[in-house]
Nanobody
Framework: QVQLVESGGGLVQAGGSLRLSCAAS????????MGWYRQAPGKQRELVAV???????MLDASLKGRFTISRDNAKSTVYLQMNRLEPEDTAVYYC??????????????????WGKGTQVTVSR
């Protein structure tokens, strides 16, 4: 089993930055893909970014230039650097991981483990 714990969320003004972290514990050595989803109030959950254990990344096209995903395999930790935040980025951000696949899909396919989520609120 793997446990995922997110940190780094909070309240920030538009234009500001936050860095989310997600640390995996337990059988973290089994993890391949790690990533971030978000769910805004009244909206469906959406995939933000994914990184596999080789460092290959996928980022939602609309977020390129503002968000960056990275990973420290030695620490079993994935990061999401979010710059130039906009009110539309307000959501609960969830860490996810897979022990079976190098990918995570928007519909949740591939996800074996979920974190509990961290709230990101961007004020105008």
């Amino acid at each position: 089993q793997v446990q995922l714990v997110e940190s780094g969320g909070g309240l920030v003004q538009a234009g500001g930055s936050l860095r989310l972290s997600c640390a995996a514990s337990g059988s973290a050595f089994t993890i391949n893909a790690m990533g971030w989803y978000r769910q805004a109030p009244g909206k469906q959950r959406e995939l933000v970014a994914v990184i596999d254990d080789g460092g290959t990344t996928m980022l939602d096209a609309s977020l390129k230039g503002r968000f960056t995903i990275s990973r420290d395999n030695a620490k079993s930790t994935v990061y999401l650097q979010m710059n130039r935040l906009e009110p539309e980025d307000t959501a609960v951000y969830y860490c996810a991981a897979s022990s079976k696949t190098s990918y995570l899909r928007d519909n949740g396919e591939g996800v074996d483990y979920w974190g509990k989520g961290t709230q990101v609120t961007v004020s105008r």
